[in-house]
C-alpha cells in the first residue's frame, strides 16, 4: 500500500485537470454542440471514478494513462468525439466494475461495441501465451480492424502510450513488449499509413530490445548534427530561393531518418554508423489548392532537378497513383554536393497530413478521391480471416507480411488497375482475380507474351490468365506465391487433400490392428502415435499413406488388457527435448551456462548470426537440434521472441570454456599485389588466428574478399578487424552477419 498526503493528492488533481484541459484544447475543432462537451465530460469523471484507486507501474494515478491514450488518439492521429470518449474509457470494462451497459446507457451502442472491442483484445499476445492462443487473438484483433477500424486505431494509441511509458518495468517484460510491437503494432501503424507512430514505435522498440545499439545511435547522431544541419542548409538554400522566385507557396525542412531505420540500414547493408548518418530526407510541403496539387508537385520537380541531378530509376510516383494506405507523394533522390544523395519528397499539405496521422485524415478527404484502394485493402483482410482453416501461425506470418508489403500495380487486359505485393507472380494475379481462377491457372500471357505460372510481376505489367479446366493445383505452387489470399487459398485446398490420403493411412492401420489382434480404441490409436512422435492423427494417418511410416514393429508393443502400452525403456526416448530442457531448466533456474551444461543439452549456434563468445546471445529451443544459440540482433530474434517466447531460454557464455567459432569478415580494397600475403600475414602470424578459408574476387582494380576463421570471442574478432582495417588499400571490414559462409 502506498500513503499518499492529501498535499500531494491535491497536486495529482491538478496535474489530471491540467491533462484535461489540454486534451479539450486539443479536441476543440471537433467539438460540435454543448452535448459533445458533456460527454466528453461524462467520460472523463467515469473514468476517473472508476480508477480512482489504482496506480501506474511508476506510481502515478492510473487516470494519467486513458488520458493520454485520449490525447494521441485526438492530436497524433486526429480522431473525433466518439473515439476520444472510448479512449478515456478503454480499461474501465476490464478493469473496473463499470459494465458494457453501463457504457451504453451513457453514452450509445456504437461507444459500446468499439469499447468491447477493445477490452476483447486487450491483453493480447500476453506473456506466457502458446502460439495457438497469440495467433487467435491477432485473429481477433484483425477482426476488429474490419469492424470498426477505430479500435485499432485506440490499440495503435494505447500501445504508443505504454511504450513510452515503459521504464518502471522489469527489463524482461519490456522486451518481450518490445519484441511484440516491433513485430504486429509498427507493421500495423504502417499499413494504416500512421507513419510517424509507425516510426516511433519502431525506435521505442529498439530502444528497449538493444538498448546498447540505441543509445550508441543517439549519441553518434548528437555528435554529428552540426555537420548535418549545415549540409542540408547549403542544400536547402538555392533551392529556396529558386522556389520563392516561381512564386510557389511552400516550406522546406531535412530531417535525419529514424533511429531505426539508420539501424536497419547499417544491419541490412553491412555498413557502420559513418556510412549512413548522412542519410536524411528534404521535405517539401506545397500549399496547393486541390487540382493544382497535382501540376505543382511536378513543377516543384522539375526546379529541383535543374538544379541537382536526379537519380532516373528513384522517382516515385505516388501522386498519380496512391498507396493502399492513402499515402501520396512524389520522391526523387538527386546528387547532392560532395557526391551525397539526396532524397527529396514532394507532397501537398493535404498530403502531408494524410502521411502523418494515416486514416483518419484519409477519411477526411475521401468525398474528394474517387480512390478506394484502403477499403479494398480491408476487403483483402476481411477474406483471408474467414477462411478459419489457415493453420494460426501461417495466418499471422501471411497478414504481417500484407502489412509490410511494397507493392506493384499491374493491368488486367481490360485496363483495370491491381494493386499487389511486390514479388507476386501470374499465378497470384489470377487468384487476386478470382479463387476458381487461380485453381485453374495454367500460365499467363504478359504484355501479349506467353510466361509460366511463377513469372514475377512488374509495375505496369498487362496480365492476361490462361486457364483449363484439367488443371489441379499443387504443393510446388507454394514455392511462388507470396499475396495471402493465394496462399490460404492454396493451404486450404492441399490440407483437404490430406485428409483424403490421411483416410487411406487410416485403413491401413486399422488393417494393422487387426492382423496382429490389438483392439481398435482411442487409447491405442493416441499410444501409437506417441510412440511414433506424430503430433496430431491427420500427419500420423497421412505419412502411413505416403509409405513413410512401417508399422512393422506395432506388433512387439505390449498389449495388456487390450491395452498397446510403451515399453519402459522406450518411454525415456519418448520424452520430448522439450520435456527434458523443461526438466534441467528446472534444477539450473532458467539460465544455460553454455559450456558447462553441454554434456547434459545438446546445442548448437544458429547459422543465420553465427554467435561469437562475448555477443549478446539467447536460447531457442528447437524440435529436432537441441538449443540453438542467437545473437540478440539476429535477424530473426524478434520473430522467435515474439512467436515462440516460451521456447526461449536464457544463456550466457561460460568465461573459462574455451571453443573456437567460425566466422568470417568481408573485406574490400584497391587490388595491390601481396595483398593477400598482407593479410594472411596479419592473421595467422601475428594474430595467430586459424583461418579456414579464403576467397577472393576483383573487379575493375576493387577486390572483394570473405575470409573464414576460428575465434574464440568477439575480442579477438574486433582485434582481427581492426588490424586488417589498418592495412594501406582496404577500403572497409565488416563482420559477415548472414549465412554466406565464404567459398563452401
Ligand atoms: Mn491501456
Given at each position: 500500500?502506498i500513503t ?18 489540454l486534451?479539450?484544447?486539443?479536441l ?6 454543448t ?33 493520454a ?80 477500424i ?20 522489469a ?30 514505435l ?15 545511435i ?18 536547402i ?15 522546406i ?56 541531378h ?17 499515402y501520396?507523394?512524389?520522391?526523387t ?21 494524410i ?7 484519409h ?13 479494398e ?22 497478414v ?14 481490360k485496363?483495370?488497375?491491381k ?6 507472380t501470374?499465378?497470384?494475379f489470377a ?7 487461380g ?12 510466361v509460366?505460372l511463377?513469372h ?6 498487362q496480365?492476361?490468365i ?13 514455392k ?8 490460404s ?8 487433400e ?62 495388456q ?9 522406450k ?12 526438466r ?14 553441454s554434456?547434459m ?65 568481408k573485406?574490400?580494397g ?6 593477400i600475403?598482407?593479410m ?6 601475428q ?9 577472393f ?22 582485434m ?8 594501406s ?13 565464404g567459398?563452401?
Amino acid at each position: 500500500m502506498i500513503t499518499i498526503s492529501s498535499a500531494d493528492k491535491e497536486l495529482e488533481k491538478k496535474t489530471i485537470l491540467k491533462e484535461y484541459r489540454l486534451l479539450l484544447r486539443t479536441l476543440k475543432p471537433k467539438l460540435k454542440s454543448t452535448s459533445d462537451k458533456m460527454d466528453i465530460r461524462r467520460a472523463f469523471e467515469m473514468a476517473v471514478e472508476g480508477h480512482k484507486d489504482m496506480r501506474r507501474k511508476s506510481g502515478e494515478p492510473y487516470i494519467h494513462h486513458p488520458i493520454a491514450v485520449a490525447q494521441i488518439v485526438a492530436g497524433e492521429i486526429g480522431l473525433g468525439v466518439t473515439s476520444v470518449i472510448c479512449a478515456l474509457l478503454h480499461d474501465t470494462v476490464e478493469d473496473t466494475d463499470l459494465t458494457l451497459e453501463d457504457i451504453e446507457l451513457n453514452f450509445d451502442k456504437n461507444t459500446a461495441k468499439i469499447i468491447d472491442g477493445l477490452t476483447k483484445i486487450s491483453g493480447s499476445f500476453e506473456l506466457n501465451m502458446n502460439t495457438t492462443q497469440q495467433a487467435e487473438n491477432f485473429r481477433k484483433l484483425l477482426l476488429t480492424l474490419t469492424d470498426d477500424i477505430r479500435v485499432i486505431l485506440i490499440k495503435i494509441a494505447d500501445r504508443l502510450h505504454n511504450m513510452r511509458t515503459m521504464d518502471s518495468m522489469a527489463s524482461q517484460k519490456q522486451k518481450k513488449i518490445a519484441s511484440e510491437t516491433l513485430y504486429i503494432y509498427a507493421p500495423l501503424a504502417h499499413r494504416l499509413g500512421l507513419y510517424a507512430i509507425k516510426s516511433e514505435l519502431e525506435d521505442l522498440s529498439l530502444k528497449y530490445t538493444q538498448p546498447e545499439v540505441f543509445q550508441d545511435i543517439v549519441q553518434k547522431l548528437n555528435e554529428t548534427k552540426k555537420e548535418r544541419t549545415k549540409y542540408i542548409n547549403e542544400f536547402i538554400a538555392p533551392l529556396k530561393e529558386l522556389l520563392e522566385e516561381k512564386k510557389f507557396n511552400f516550406e522546406i525542412s531535412g530531417r535525419p531518418k529514424s533511429i531505426y531505420s539508420i539501424y536497419n540500414k547499417m544491419k541490412t547493408k553491412q555498413v557502420s554508423f559513418e556510412e549512413v548518418y548522412d542519410l536524411f530526407a528534404i521535405r517539401i510541403i506545397l500549399n496547393a489548392p486541390l487540382e493544382r496539387e497535382k501540376s505543382d508537385c511536378w513543377g516543384v520537380y522539375s526546379v529541383i532537378t535543374d538544379l541537382y541531378h536526379p537519380q532516373p530509376d528513384r522517382l516515385r510516383d505516388w501522386v498519380s497513383t496512391p498507396k493502399t494506405n492513402g499515402y501520396e507523394a512524389l520522391h526523387t533522390t538527386v546528387m547532392g554536393h560532395q557526391g551525397k544523395w539526396v532524397e527529396v519528397q514532394i507532397r501537398s499539405k493535404r498530403m502531408h497530413e494524410i502521411a502523418e496521422m494515416g486514416l483518419a485524415a484519409h477519411w477526411k478527404y475521401k468525398e474528394n478521391s474517387q480512390d478506394n484502394a484502403l477499403d479494398e485493402w480491408l476487403e483483402r483482410i476481411r477474406e483471408t480471416l474467414s477462411n478459419p482453416d489457415t493453420s494460426t501461425m501461417d495466418f499471422i506470418t501471411n497478414v504481417r507480411q500484407e502489412l509490410f508489403n511494397e507493392e506493384i500495380y499491374v493491368f488486367t487486359p481490360k485496363g483495370e488497375l491491381k494493386r499487389l505485393k511486390a514479388g507476386a507472380t501470374a499465378l497470384d494475379f489470377a487468384f487476386e482475380i478470382h479463387s476458381a481462377i487461380g485453381m485453374k491457372c495454367i500460365g499467363a500471357k504478359i504484355n501479349h507474351k506467353l510466361v509460366p505460372l511463377s513469372h514475377k510481376l512488374h509495375n505496369g505489367d498487362q496480365v492476361e490468365i490462361l486457364t483449363s479446366s484439367k488443371q489441379q493445383p499443387n504443393e510446388d505452387w507454394l514455392k511462388f506465391v507470396v499475396t495471402s489470399k493465394a496462399i490460404s487459398v492454396l493451404k486450404k485446398t492441399l490440407q483437404e487433400e490430406k485428409k483424403i490420403t490421411a483416410e487411406i493411412g487410416k485403413e491401413i492401420f486399422e488393417k494393422k490392428l487387426k492382423q496382429f489382434e490389438i483392439p481398435n480404441t482411442d487409447h491405442n490409436l493416441q499410444t501409437a502415435i506417441k510412440y511414433y512422435k506424430y503430433v496430431s492423427a491427420l500427419d500420423f494417418f497421412f505419412n502411413i499413406a505416403a509409405k513413410k511410416l512401417t508399422l512393422s514393429d506395432l506388433k512387439d508393443l505390449a498389449v495388456q488388457g487390450g491395452k498397446l502400452m510403451i515399453p519402459a525403456n522406450k518411454s525415456e526416448q519418448g520424452e520430448s527435448f522439450e520435456d527434458r530442457i523443461k526438466r534441467e531448466l528446472k534444477k539450473n533456474a532458467e539460465l544455460l551456462i553454455m559450456g558447462e551444461s553441454s554434456d547434459m543439452i545438446k546445442y548448437g549456434f544458429a547459422n543465420c548470426c553465427n554467435p561469437v563468445a562475448g555477443d549478446d546471445v539467447f536460447g531457442f529451443i528447437t524440435v529436432n537440434e537441441g538449443i540453438k544459440i542467437h545473437r540478440t540482433n539476429c535477424p530473426n530474434a524478434v520473430q522467435l521472441m515474439s512467436k515462440y517466447d516460451y521456447r526461449i531460454v536464457k544463456t550466457r557464455w561460460n568465461k573459462q570454456h574455451e571453443i573456437a567459432f567460425l566466422t568470417g569478415v568481408k573485406i574490400t580494397g584497391l587490388d595491390d599485389v601481396g595483398v593477400i600475403n598482407k593479410m594472411t600475414n596479419i592473421i595467422t602470424g601475428q594474430l595467430k588466428i586459424n583461418m579456414r578459408s579464403l576467397s577472393f574476387d576483383t573487379d575493375d582494380g576493387i577486390f572483394e574478399g570473405k575470409i573464414m576463421v576460428y575465434v574464440h570471442n568477439t575480442q579477438q574478432l574486433d582485434m582481427l578487424i581492426d588490424e586488417l582495417k589498418k592495412l594501406s588499400g582496404v577500403l572497409s571490414v565488416s563482420r559477415i552477419e548472414d549465412n554466406e559462409k565464404g567459398d563452401r
